[in-house]
């Protein structure tokens, strides 16, 4: 047999014992990043085979949370994909405005850049004070970093560049304040947003939400995953309410196609026209 | 071309699939190697060239232009297909899966490139090796010189364009530093030997029904 092959059969069985002994699922992850963030973490503790990690995940809570951060976090940027945040701005904003008061999901936050970004774009359109934002994560540790809001600042620049192809008012500088090298974010961006566990492999509906925004989480899943997931985002969204992908993450051949319209086809925002 | 190989050194019924790995000079090389590969070729071509990340997809519709193949970006969760020529997205790492299905990533780079030559590669060997072929071409930067390695030590053919006339020699010189590769050729005779591949892959298929 492969070697390849025999490292297979072990990544199964590692994500088997995880979820039997800590309940969080990786088994219906694509494999080919899972795989790669194994193998990044075996060479960083110094294991030779996915074998021998299992021997620690399994006897080490500790370990396993230093391992669960590596198999979990994504570093996103601020503004990525600074159209899809002009679109945001311009034409799913001033549809939001039309409701009183909304709620937004924001599922998969990571260490909370994106979040950041679209409190800064609430903030601009006047509107942040009308907004309540829930933003999930599975990982405790990043959920920790995004409630921090603080950044390396050697990537403000790009940020800041971002932000401003992305239609940005104001000078992008105002948001944070500098020290010791990082650039910490304003804590009133972060008023109107509550941080909590969720976990999309496992967990249940949110209720009523006018906008959720998941991008670039559901391209880590498998068909099955990915259709669980699609599912609990039309579940939690109100009749008419906006879901905003990842510029790859198409609803078209899921099992949710039939309950939304395209709003924007490039971009992936859908827009939910079932009951 | 007395650099060509004797087509006995070929294992034809082997090969799988194609990967290229290409960076700065990749519009015009990617352009010779594709205009020599003939219609019905029955492998499927998958490249990761080094691009801007806010890159439009002028790109492919260059790239189809010149080629006798159908060339076009790779989708999440599409079934990799023979006969097809595959470009990574702009800002994701593309992954192939043991299913034969692309992934896509948002990872750190890797080698400072997202997508990263090195990732593309490292998945394609667990897929398709030892069937698989991987090459590099122009470039500067180190990335694609583990993964080529990878696919060579996986038994696959490892082809790297020959410096000496490529327009940045930086990428083929680390490709060939890491790795003891099976050919170095320059851009027509990577061309022709993927085209005598195609052939005589062809040909095993008629044999075959």
Redesign the interface.
């Given at each position: 047999m492969r070697k390849e092959e025999i490292e297979d059969i072990e990544i199964n069985l590692l994500l088997q014992g995880i979820y039997s002994r800590y309940g969080h699922d990786f088994r219906n992850y694509a494999r080919g990043s899972v795989k790669r963030r194994i193998l990044n973490f075996m060479a960083k503790v110094d294991q030779k085979t996915v074998s021998g990690l299992i021997s620690l995940v399994l006897h080490d809570e500790a370990f396993f949370e230093k391992f669960v951060r590596e198999l979990s976090i994504t570093v996103s940027e601020m503004f990525r994909d600074p159209e899809f945040f002009k679109l945001l701005r311009n034409q799913v904003i001033p549809y939001l405005k039309t409701h009183p008061f909304i709620k937004i999901w924001h599922a998969g936050c990571a260490t909370g850049e994106e979040v950041h970004s679209l409190a800064i774009v609430l903030k601009e359109e006047g509107f942040y004070e009308r907004s309540t934002i829930f933003a999930t994560d599975f990982n405790d540790s990043a959920l920790m970093n995004a409630r921090e809001g603080i950044y390396p600042m050697e990537r403000m620049q790009e940020f800041t560049a971002n932000y401003q192809r992305s239609g940005g008012t104001g000078p992008f500088a105002g948001y944070y304040r500098a020290a010791y090298g990082a650039a910490i974010f304003d804590p009133s961006l972060r008023k109107n947003i509550v941080f909590a566990n969720h976990n999309l492999a496992t967990d249940g509906v949110f209720s009523e939400m006018h906008l959720v925004v998941c991008r670039n989480v559901l391209i880590y899943f498998d068909r099955n995953l990915q259709n669980r997931t699609l599912k609990l985002f039309r579940d939690s969204l109100a009749h008419g309410g906006v879901l905003a992908l990842g510029s790859k993450e198409d609803l078209q051949f899921s099992e949710v196609a039939g309950d939304f319209k395209i709003l924007d086809a490039k971009w992936k925002i859908y827009q939910k026209t079932s009951i | 071309m007395e650099n060509l190989p004797k087509n006995e050194h070929l294992k034809f019924d082997l090969y799988k699939a194609v990967v290229i790995g290409v960076s700065a000079g990749g519009l015009n090389a990617l352009k010779q190697v594709l205009a020599l590969m003939p219609a019905g070729f029955k492998l499927p071509v998958i490249i990761v060239q080094h691009l801007h990340p806010d890159q439009d997809h002028s790109m492919v519709e260059i790239l189809d232009r010149c080629s006798a193949l159908r060339v076009k970006e790779a989708?999440?969760?599409e079934p990799v297909a023979p006969g097809l020529v595959y470009l990574a997205?702009p800002?994701?790492?593309l992954?192939?899966?043991?299913d034969g299905t692309f992934?896509?990533?948002?990872?750190?780079k890797v080698n400072f490139s997202r997508p990263s030559i090195d990732?593309l590669f490292?998945?394609a060997?667990?897929a398709y090796?030892p069937g698989l072929i991987g090459i590099i071409l122009t470039g500067a930067s180190s990335d694609g010189a583990a993964g080529l390695r990878r696919i060579k030590d996986?038994g696959g053919m490892a082809i790297v364009q020959d410096p000496a006339g490529a327009e940045y020699s930086i990428m083929p010189s680390a490709a060939i530093e890491a790795t003891e590769v099976d050919y170095i050729l320059d851009l027509q005779g990577i061309g022709k030997l993927l085209a005598v591949i195609g052939r005589e892959k062809t040909r095993e298929l008629k044999t075959q029904n």
């Open positions: - | 989708e999440e969760k997205p800002n994701y790492h992954l192939i899966e043991l992934s896509l990533s948002i990872d750190a990732v490292e998945s060997a667990d090796c996986g």
